[in-house]
């Protein structure tokens, strides 16, 4: 049963730069695909960032190309983003998921993190 725990979130200003940690206790399987995702307030959740595992395959939302970077660590079963020019629009919870689909629907993922609050100011 993999248990998925976020780190990292805070309150920057815009242009700041944040990198968050989702490690994973327990196994992830090499066809599982890992993924960020978030809520912004009265809003629904939706995808920031999903990768397969173990390979290069990922897709990036369009608001976040070029500002965001997902990258995992096989050793340690973590999952990082890396946010470049943080923007207000960015403020949201992030949370980090696993599936075993390549999908951007977060139904399509049945193991989530407790989520981490990322606020932006102007």
């Known amino acids: 049963q993999v248990q998925l725990t976020e780190s990292g979130g805070g309150s920057v200003q815009a242009g700041d730069s944040l990198r968050l940690s989702c490690s994973a206790s327990g196994r992830i399987y090499s066809s599982s695909v890992v993924g960020w995702f978030r809520r912004a307030p009265g809003k629904e959740r939706e995808f920031v960032v999903i990768?397969?595992?173990?390979?290069?395959?990922?897709k990036y939302t369009d608001s976040v190309k070029g500002r965001f970077i997902i990258s995992t660590e096989s050793a340690t079963n973590t999952v990082f983003l890396q946010m470049n020019d943080l923007k207000p629009e960015d403020t949201a919870v992030y949370y980090c998921?696993?599936?075993?689909?390549?999908?951007?629907?977060?139904?399509?993922?049945?193991?989530w993190g407790q989520g981490t609050q990322v606020t932006v100011s102007s």
């Open positions: 990768k397969r595992w173990k390979t290069s395959s990922l």
């Open positions: 998921a696993v599936g075993s689909q390549f999908s951007t629907m977060p139904s399509d993922y049945n193991k």
